[in-house]
């Protein structure tokens, strides 16, 4: 009787659809998804960094109007992955660096201007969410997400819950503390992972090596339309696929501080699956080979850890994926 009366009260509940949006450094997409997190529409754009704040506010607002008389359902929710720091608990963007970001509550703004509930989380945590409800992360009881673009961020789900700790800090691996000299991080600290490893940091390295030796990196040049300061991570992860020498050492050694990175993730966490996400995990095996080397040269009986590390199954849409989950969590 109690299933046949739930059957009747979910038979009567009206459909609807969701959006999602993700707002990154670089692209823009806002999706119409379906209350099983089926997509059904995505718009993709350039982000325009220079509109700043209200640029991406009145994308958003066209995007989402667009959708909503196109979808044959009412939009009963909206979630938003945001590409820079969050207050989940206050759901607003804390950014200083993206102009009239700082402390903005995003989420007020959509349920007054859209008239639709909402709930915002920053880029990394959105991914992790994605891929656990709705990619490789499906089944497990926890997975550790790994944005690896610009910089490097982290989101931790377990048991369906993203852990944010006391200052909503937790899961910032860019940040761990490798060495105490290097490069200087963003964050004003040196020897971070995120200056070893980061997309911005695998270019820089290349450009010096450039800088004083052209001769050795032609390809790289070549790739970059030959100009050595225009060499980008792209650039050298399509030479070092190509078998490019230094191109292939520049990678290796990044992807080897990751790996470090990553056992100390395993050493704390212990997650089912390590998952990397953003544009330089596009680089799959050049990036898994020498994590896992890593991890074999360190490998102890005593500690035998399974957790596997594997590239995001949503690819560039992992954080929009989370922001779909975000909505339907969002009442
Ligand atoms: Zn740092």
Redesign the pocket.
């Known amino acids: 009787m109690a299933a046949l009366s739930a059957f009747r009260k979910e038979a009567q509940e009206p459909l609807s659809n969701v959006i999602a949006v993700d707002i990154g450094g670089t692209r823009f997409r806002v999706g119409l998804f379906d209350e099983g997190g089926k997509r059904v529409r995505v718009s993709e754009d350039a982000t325009n960094r220079s509109g700043g704040r209200p640029w991406m506010l009145a994308q958003m607002e066209r995007e989402f109007r667009t959708f909503q008389a196109e979808s044959g359902e009412p939009i009963r929710a909206c979630g938003i992955s945001f590409g820079g720091p969050v207050d989940f608990a206050g759901q607003q963007v804390t950014s200083i660096v993206a102009p009239g970001w700082e402390n903005f509550p995003l989420s007020s703004w959509v349920k007054e201007t859209l008239g639709v509930p909402c709930l915002l989380d920053n880029d990394a945590n959105a991914g992790a969410l994605g891929e656990y409800r709705f990619g490789t992360g499906r089944g497990c009881e926890s997975i550790f997400y790994v944005a690896l673009s610009t910089g490097i961020g982290g989101g931790f789900v377990c048991e369906g819950k993203v852990i944010r700790g006391k200052d909503t800090l937790a899961g910032e691996l ?2 761990l503390p490798m060495a105490d000299s290097g490069p200087r ?5 040196r020897g ?4 070893f490893s980061s997309g911005s940091a695998i270019g820089k390295m290349a450009r010096e090596w450039g800088e004083r030796r052209t001769d050795v990196m032609p390809r790289m040049v070549e790739l970059s339309g030959g100009a050595v300061e225009r060499v980008t991570a792209r650039e050298v992860a399509l030479a070092a696929a190509e078998g490019d020498p230094i191109a292939s050492r520049i990678f290796r050694d990044a992807a080897r501080w990751l790996g470090r990175g990553l056992l100390t993730v395993i050493r704390i966490v212990n997650p089912d699956k390590i998952v990397l996400g953003g544009g330089v995990s596009q680089a799959g095996k050049l990036l898994l080979d020498p994590i896992h080397d890593v991890l074999d040269e360190r490998k102890s009986a005593a500690l035998p850890a399974t957790t596997e590390i594997v590239i995001a199954e949503l690819g560039n849409y992992s954080a929009l994926y989370g922001a779909v989950a975000l909505a339907l969590d969002a009442r």
């Open positions: 860019g940040h991080c963003d964050c004003g600290a971070c992972l995120e200056a």
